[in-house]
């Protein structure tokens, strides 16, 4: 019989932006009975908004410009599981991380990487998903939080929440009302996911 786990899993948020999920995961990962804590937010981005956010809240942080290596995607994603491998990572949860991952990367978090997107996947992959909603006349739009697996914004889902689509939206209002929706999803799929984990 396996062993119960103790403890919580130790998860690290990548992000490229401001950070609003990332923000919504470490409170989360912050109730006496999360499954999970956020022991680590790394950026791509030197200027990530988040990255302030989660060092006010004493949240480790670590930047891997991609900048720093140019075309070599190889070589910054090894510089990024560096720095997951030192803090005892488990699991990834990708934020507004806004960089196409290797097989490197996916091969080595392979179902212990998960990925959050502004669409009812698989509607919308990629960018501009608010505009593309409203353009097609779709009643719905919403959010994913799906396993990351090689293609963009591809994977088995593991949750999704729809929100509807007003006629006076536009992208940007229409992001707004997802946005909220995802900080509502994305800590209680991890929560899940991580409960799941043995
Ligand atoms: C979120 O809407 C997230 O779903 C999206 O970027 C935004 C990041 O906001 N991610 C993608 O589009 C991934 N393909 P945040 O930095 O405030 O969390």
């Known amino acids: 019989m396996p062993t119960p ?3 919580r899993v130790r998860v690290a948020v990548l992000i490229s932006g401001a950070g609003s999920n990332m923000a919504a995961l470490i ?3 912050r109730h006496a009975d999360a499954p999970f804590e956020v022991v680590l937010v790394l950026s791509n981005k030197p200027d990530a ?6 060092g006010s809240g004493g949240v480790a942080t670590a930047v891997v410009a991609q900048a720093a290596f140019g075309k070599d995607r190889a070589a910054h994603e090894a510089a990024v599981q560096t720095v ?24 080595r978090w392979a179902g ?13 992959p990629g960018l501009d998903t608010h ?5 097609a006349g779709d ?4 959010c994913t939080v799906h396993l990351v697996a090689e293609g963009v914004d591809d994977g088995p889902v593991l949750g999704q929440a ?6 006076e939206d536009t992208p940007a209002s229409l992001a707004q009302r997802v946005l909220a929706s995802e900080h509502q999803l994305y800590p209680r799929v991890l929560a899940d996911f991580c409960r799941s984990l043995d």
């Open 5 to 7: 786990r103790t403890g």
């Open 27 to 29: 409170d989360a990962g």
């Open 49 to 54: 908004g988040g990255l302030a956010i989660a």
């Open 84 to 107: 997951l491998e030192a803090h005892g990572v488990e699991v990834v949860a990708l934020a507004g991380y806004m960089r196409l991952l290797t097989p490197f990367l996916v091969g």
């Open 112 to 124: 212990r990487m998960l990925n959050i997107h502004p669409s009812l996947l698989p509607k919308y």
């Open 131 to 135: 505009a593309r909603a409203i353009a």
């Open 139 to 142: 009643a719905e739009a919403g």
């Open 162 to 167: 729809a929100v509807p689509v007003l006629a």
